[in-house]
């Protein structure tokens, strides 16, 4: 039991400390004209307020739900998921920008559908690769996991989201892994998956200007290399010291600072203290999760726990890259410290999961002495 309530708190407090930091961040903002900035920062804030409470209660929901409802509901979440996905390709309701259709307008609703169909893609591998659901009899099995899997994949590169793409695969081999499948098998693949799509990217008009001005920023002073060189500014001016929170100057100059850059604000603006903050907030969350996953020996609530912690890591670790000027800019958000509604409330339900996970009871024991 005491290591259930560590295992939570290390899961919830790091994300709630995240979150708080991101509606300072947004709402603290100085007011200038322009989208997708810092601009009407109490409209962002609101947004960003709103989208916490719904994440909160999705968590909340599938902790209650428990992970074994979950996994039988898998298929389903899976569909919806892809069916909204697919959707950004209908005119009208997808929104094309900056060379892709990553979003979905409904009214009043707007965002990205790709945090939900990554952690949706987790649960199906999961509750399909470990043990078949024999409800659905030869229909729900690994083969056909990996290929919906590869599926997802293909709907997001055809938008094309080439970060969000690495994310599935990145989910789909950590669920595999932790289901039983030997990972010295899997890693060539998922190895060869990458390359073929970051060759694919690079053939993409707006992605090869990304390159270009991550390899000669000084070059592209007026294109993307003019994000690079601010970013490498911010993070000079965050190692000499904090400049305080709200007055840096990246903020001012990025394109989108509270979501893709949101990262390189703190590490400038919190210094070091800061940036460690988070990466320490993200490794507690870390540690959470490796403690729900040990709290169990069921093949899939290991795949879950894995295939949840990928979800939150991966596009975490892509976003401090970018903002620390590892990689070019691929335009990824982090979890809970960045403006995004649809991957926040995506996040929750995440937590939510991992919390099932380490709330589970041990499976039952069937009369022949086999787990049920």
């Known amino acids: 039991m005491a290591r259930r309530t560590v295992a939570i708190a290390l899961l919830v407090a ?3 400390g995240l979150a708080a930091l991101d509606l300072v961040i947004v709402a603290g903002a100085a007011s200038r004209p322009g989208p997708p900035g810092l601009g009407a920062p109490a409209h962002f804030a609101l947004r960003q307020a709103i989208a916490l409470a719904l994440a909160g209660a999705l968590g909340v929901v599938v902790a209650r739900v428990g992970i074994e409802r979950v996994l039988r509901r898998a298929p389903l979440l899976f569909a919806i998921a892809l069916c909204a996905t697919a959707a950004v390709f209908i005119p009208g309701v997808g929104v094309r920008a900056a060379g892709a259709s990553r979003w979905l307008h409904l009214g009043p609703l707007s965002g990205s559908p790709a945090p939900f169909l990554i952690g949706a893609t987790g649960l199906l591998v999961a509750a399909w690769s470990a043990a078949p659901d024999p409800a659905l009899g030869r229909l729900a099995s690994r083969p056909l996991a990996l290929a919906l899997a590869l599926l997802a994949v293909l709907v997001l590169v055809a ?3 080439f970060s969000a793409a690495a994310v599935v695969l990145c989910v789909a081999f950590a669920a595999l892994v932790a289901s039983g499948v030997a990972g010295r098998r899997l890693a060539p693949a998922v190895a060869v998956l990458l390359v073929a799509l970051a060759l694919g990217a690079s053939r993409v008009g707006y992605v090869g200007g990304r390159i270009q001005g991550f390899v000669s920023p000084e070059r592209d002073r007026r294109g993307h290399g003019f994000e690079v060189l601010t970013l490498a500014r911010a993070k000079a001016s965050g190692a000499a010291g904090a400049v305080g929170l709200g007055h840096g ?3 001012r100059h990025l394109s989108s600072p509270a979501s893709d850059y949101v990262f390189a604000i703190v590490a400038e603006e919190l210094g070091w203290p800061g940036a460690w903050a988070v990466i320490g907030a993200w490794a507690a969350i870390t540690a959470g999760a490796v403690l729900a996953a040990r709290a169990t020996a069921d093949g899939r609530r290991r795949a879950v726990a894995a295939a949840c912690t990928a979800a ?3 596009p ?6 970018v903002c620390r000027g590892w990689t070019p800019i691929v335009g990824v958000t982090m ?3 960045s403006y995004d509604p649809a991957l926040t409330v995506a996040s ?3 937590i939510g999961a991992l ?5 589970a009871a041990p499976p039952a024991a069937a009369p022949d002495g086999l787990t049920a």
């Open 316 to 321: 975490a670790a892509l976003h401090i890259a």
């Open 159 to 161: 938008q094309p989201d």
């Open 312 to 314: 939150l890591l991966a």
């Open 355 to 359: 919390v099932a996970v380490a709330l």
């Open 348 to 350: 929750g339900g995440e």
């Open 14 to 16: 790091p994300a709630v």
């Open 335 to 337: 979890p809970f410290l």
């Open 249 to 251: 100057v990246a903020r």
